[in-house]
């Protein structure tokens, strides 16, 4: 999905084939910029229970609800690169020739590891970081740049009177009634800070605080905010 970014686009050349989801007010200047596939979202689009698409979580849900695949990926459009992590960094678009190839097949792999596991939810890792890798495949964790939904076995619902709605608790829900969702640790993605944030998601520091205080009071103990670090952490033992 990607808003107000016509004028940078990053994504699309690293794989080899991905649909844009736009507004329609902008659809004529991705057009223009070189995006070959898109999905528009109408301007008077609504979810299934009647919320107007307006937010990032209002537009990821809206992607689920209008595509006609059983699973899909739904990833960031601010990837400079993607990224395998194992004992170093390698960054897939520099040291591969078929970077393009891999990348697409990696998304693949995972897609199908959660339709075969009957799992709803994986994400990257938002760190990149070569001591996070532990193990190929964390259980629950804070959801990086690209997130696979399985929709037939997928859970969590959008309620748009929960000021926790948020893809942290898109991961709770899914962790509450699937048990488990997925999150491969040798393989994420450098995602760029484009133009101050513009069409991104940054928002006041006394929204977030309200945010951060209705995912304490949704999920207690499992969720927790280090001020520090200005981390999110899910305290669920798997």
């Known amino acids: 999905m990607s808003y107000k970014r016509y004028d940078n686009i990053l994504t699309q050349r690293l794989l080899e084939y991905c649909t844009y989801v736009v507004r329609e007010e902008e659809a004529d200047k991705y057009k223009a910029a070189g995006v070959k596939n898109m999905l528009v979202i109408p301007k008077d689009a609504k979810l299934k229970c009647g919320t107007k698409i307006w937010s990032f979580m209002t537009t990821l849900y809206w992607i689920i609800e209008n595509t006609p695949e059983s699973v899909i990926a739904i990833v960031d459009d601010d990837i400079e690169y993607f990224n395998y992590l194992l004992t170093e960094s ?32 994986a994400a990257t890792c938002p760190s990149a970081i070569p001591y996070k890798y532990d193990k190929e495949f964390h259980l629950k964790g804070t959801p990086g740049g690209v997130r696979w939904i399985n929709k037939p076995c997928f859970k969590a619902v959008f309620d748009p009177k929960d000021f926790a709605t948020s893809d942290i608790d898109m991961v709770m829900q899914e962790v509450m009634k699937n048990r488990i969702m997925l999150m491969p640790m040798y393989f994420n993605e450098k995602s760029s800070v484009q133009g101050k944030n513009k069409g991104g998601t940054t928002v006041k520091s006394d929204i977030m605080q309200r945010y951060r205080l209705a995912l304490k009071h949704k999920w207690g103990k499992y969720y927790q905010w280090n001020e520090r670090k200005n981390q999110s952490y899910i305290s669920i033992k798997r």
């Open 90 to 121: 390698v960054n897939i678009t520099t040291e591969y020739k078929n970077s393009v190839e891999v990348a697409t097949s990696e998304i693949e792999r995972i897609a199908q590891l959660i339709v075969d596991l009957q799992l709803g939810f």
